[in-house]
């Protein structure tokens, strides 16, 4: 109840139609001429200091890149992307390798703490001292445009054995690691988004938990899309060794312009033998204006493979902005009783468009998976639930489970639920439940007459609705997640 | 106090009521009685604040603050409470956390604390114990599959809980049993105070056994036709309303 208190204050608290993250800030940028080109690939790769293999990896997808074509079986529209017309390279000019918080930008700083995110270890150490969870610690990987700015709790972290650090480090610093996994679970020829990703990468996470370890804290990253006209093409990768565990939470802020600005990511995750990973997303990136003007274009490829058996993936994400989405949390399960699961919030209002889901692949024996997915489409938005489970031959006992409701508010959006199903072994159990449900005027009237607001009303509703999704995530995040559920909801009634 | 003055109201071009007048004091029950479609139920939803309807011309105030114009959850937090003649269901959101949110919801309107917990739940405990709510159905999403007596009876509970300065209950008496209806009519005669006053919309005298009216309206055509006393039900129940409806078309 005092969370949906909060969120309710927290609604009332900011002016309608104000994307809160939409401030611009004013940082130098150290950036590459605009548009793409080898010589581009070339001068991203030589800015990082990268060895030749590597920037033959990267050459290599920009020619693939530049035979594939944009897919088009998504259930979005915009006008086509002018690939020349962007910057692919934006890094803020004072951060050329900080060594500690005191060698950031301070502006820099100030960006991050606008955005609410701790990157003092001290602060957030003061921050989360709280007796229903004791010396509850989040190290925090920041990263501005295309350049990771800070990681926190590195020291302690280190200790444990375990790899947390911007991507462009483990390069120099875990070669071996990064070599053997990059490109693993998403091949540079995957789809056209992952391949010009490969090409033009600039930074993002990589965390290596080595056997046995449980990671000692949540891991955290914060990506900021800053500069104008700048594509953000982050690459995390994730690799849980024999027996680790770790919870990874990735968060996503964008100034409000008029343009749009892409944003394809890829994200890469290895679980080894026993190993389980549980990636979370609070996704909210700025999502256009009222009249679906501007906004970020969300074209993401996340793909975890289950290799070793027993292993475990867990994605959870709650996706409130974007102008459009086109993502899908997917699991490979290759090992033996492996575990695959989706646990998937997605708000769409105003204008915007959401095609996300997930793929459940199953490749060994007694694999199971689990579905979640909740969407909720308000004002004039299209909200399509994609998911693909399929059954190799060899996968036998595979089993699935797929729960996919959707809640609409109003009488001008759309939800749809498209279901691949496809099993190529007879002893495979897929069960899929779908259900559609609305919040009627009168619904809302009934409730204002109990003297609640139709917001207060709607979020009491859409909390109800989201619940089961929210205890998936870290409880920090499950706070800021159902406050950002309730803000991207606003102006969707009365 | 609620006074109605002069409320002509139209729903889509068509006219519903008529110069609507009425007052009802403090403390007094006040009974609507009428035939069907005659607008019983367009009162009360103007009244707390549904937007289908235009409002052509009139005043609505309650305790002296006019009401047209706020919001519906203003109106509430302003002590008007509206049971319905068909509850709604709120799918997903248990009974329990429903109320406390109205219920804060309301003290923070008019600029009160929140309830402690203890406090509200033994607040409903007494409230669900007097009408014979049992606990489990609280946890249960409010109204999602309840009977229709049970919704009634859900309705009455937060009237009791929300302690609103007016009461309108919109035919509450329909789908009850002669048990509950009893029950319900306890409940809402314990609320009965010296300050708070109630309009009561019913088909049936039966009602008005349990919850003695101060006076009693017939109401035909979008307007007050008669008014009498606590007797005039009984009498309506021998002769329906034929002769209002033909000296309305007379
Ligand atoms: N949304 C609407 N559109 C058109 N007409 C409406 C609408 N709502 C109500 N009406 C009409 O207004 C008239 C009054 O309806 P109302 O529900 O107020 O009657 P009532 O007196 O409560 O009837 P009952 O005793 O059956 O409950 C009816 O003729 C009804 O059909
Ligand atoms: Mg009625």
């Avoid at chain 1, 911007?166 to 990059?182: C, F, G, N, Q």
Wanted: proline share 4%; hydrophobic share 35%.
């Amino acid at each position: 109840m005092a969370a949906v208190q909060e969120t309710v204050d927290r609604v009332k608290s900011i002016d309608v139609s104000e994307y809160k993250y939409g401030f611009f800030s004013d940082i130098e940028a150290d950036k590459a001429p605009k548009g793409l080109s080898e010589d581009i690939v070339r001068f991203i790769s030589a800015k990082k200091n990268e060895p030749a293999w590597l920037t033959e990896w990267r050459l290599e997808a920009y020619r693939r890149w530049l035979t594939m074509r944009e897919p088009s079986w998504a259930r979005v529209n915009f006008p086509p992307v002018d690939y020349q017309d962007l910057y692919y390279y934006s890094a803020p000019k004072t951060a050329a390798g900080p060594k500690s918080l005191d060698e950031v930008d301070p502006e820099l700083l100030k960006v991050y703490e606008k955005l609410g995110i701790p990157l003092k270890e001290q602060e957030i150490l003061a921050g989360v001292q709280n007796p229903d969870v004791p010396e509850r610690k989040i190290a925090v990987d920041a990263v501005f445009d295309s350049v990771s700015v800070v990681t926190t709790f590195k020291e302690e972290l280190s200790k444990a054995g375990v790899v947390f650090c911007p991507i462009s480090e483990a390069v120099h610093t875990h070669p071996e690691l990064v070599r053997k996994y990059l490109g693993s679970v998403v091949p540079t020829t995957d789809n056209y988004y992952a391949t010009l990703n490969s090409a033009v990468f600039s930074d993002g996470s990589f965390v290596y938990i080595p056997p046995g370890v449980r990671c000692p804290m949540e891991l955290s990253t914060y990506f900021r899309i800053n500069e104008q006209n700048t594509g953000q093409f982050e690459r995390t990768l994730i690799i849980a060794d024999k027996g680790a565990y770790v919870s990874y939470l990735e968060g996503c802020t964008a100034p409000k312009r008029d343009e749009n600005q892409l944003h394809a990511a890829v994200v890469e995750l290895i679980a080894h033998e026993d190993a389980e990973i549980k990636y979370s997303t609070v996704q909210n990136w700025y999502p256009g204006d009222a009249d679906g003007k501007g906004g970020i274009y969300n074209f993401v490829t996340k793909r975890g493979e289950c290799r070793g058996d027993n292993s475990k993936i867990s994605w959870t994400q709650v996706e409130t902005g974007s102008a459009i989405t086109w993502k899908y949390p997917s699991c490979v399960l290759r090992g033996d009783n492996s575990r695959g699961e989706f646990y998937s919030i997605a708000i769409s209002n105003g204008h915007q468009q959401v095609d996300s889901g997930t793929k459940m692949i199953h490749l060994g024996k007694n694999t199971t998976s689990r579905v979640i997915s909740k969407g909720i489409s308000a004002g004039k938005s299209q909200n399509t639930y994609r998911g693909q489970i399929s059954a190799h031959r060899k996968a036998t006992g595979a089993r699935n489970f797929t729960n996919c409701d959707s809640l609409l508010i109003g009488n001008s959006c759309g939800a749809h639920t498209v279901p691949y199903i496809e099993s190529k072994n007879p002893s495979t159990q897929f069960e899929h439940e779908a259900t559609t449900s609305k919040i009627s005027e009168d619904q809302l009237f009934y409730c204002q007459q109990r003297g609640l607001s139709a917001e207060e009303a709607t979020a009491l509703i859409v909390n109800g609705f989201v619940r089961d999704v929210l205890q998936q995530l870290p409880m920090e995040f499950a706070v800021e997640a159902q406050k950002l559920i309730a803000i991207s909801l606003e102006g969707s009634v009365g | 106090m609620l006074e109605v003055k002069n409320l002509n109201v139209s729903i889509g071009g068509r006219k519903i009521l008529n110069d609507f007048t009425l007052t009802v004091q403090d403390g007094e029950v006040a009974a609507i009685m009428g035939p069907n479609g005659t607008g019983k139920s367009t009162l009360s939803y103007v009244i707390a604040g549904r937007k289908d309807y235009t409002v052509e011309s009139g005043e609505v105030l309650l305790n002296g603050v006019e009401l047209l114009g706020l919001e519906p959850d203003v109106r509430a937090a302003k002590g008007l409470f509206l049971a319905f003649q068909y509850p709604l269901e709120i799918p997903g959101v248990a009974t329990m956390t429903f109320l406390k949110a109205a219920l804060n919801a309301q003290r923070k309107q008019r600029g009160e604390d929140e309830i402690s917990t203890p406090d509200f739940m033994k607040r409903v405990k007494e409230a669900g114990d007097r009408l014979g709510i049992k606990p489990d159905m609280l946890k249960r999403a409010l109204n999602v599959g309840f009977s229709g007596g049970e919704k009634k009876r859900m309705d009455i509970l937060q009237m009791a809980l929300l302690e609103p300065s007016f009461g309108i209950l919109d035919e509450t008496d329909s789908g009850l049993d002669i048990d509950a209806l009893k029950v319900v009519a306890e409940g809402v005669n314990s609320l009965r105070t010296p300050k708070r006053g109630f309009l009561v919309i019913t088909h049936y005298q039966r009602l008005l056994d349990y919850i003695v009216p101060d006076t009693v309206h017939v109401m035909a055509q979008g307007r007050i036709v008669r008014t009498g006393g606590k007797e005039l039900a009984l009498e309506l129940e021998q002769s329906g309303y034929r002769d209002y409806m033909a000296e309305e078309a007379a």
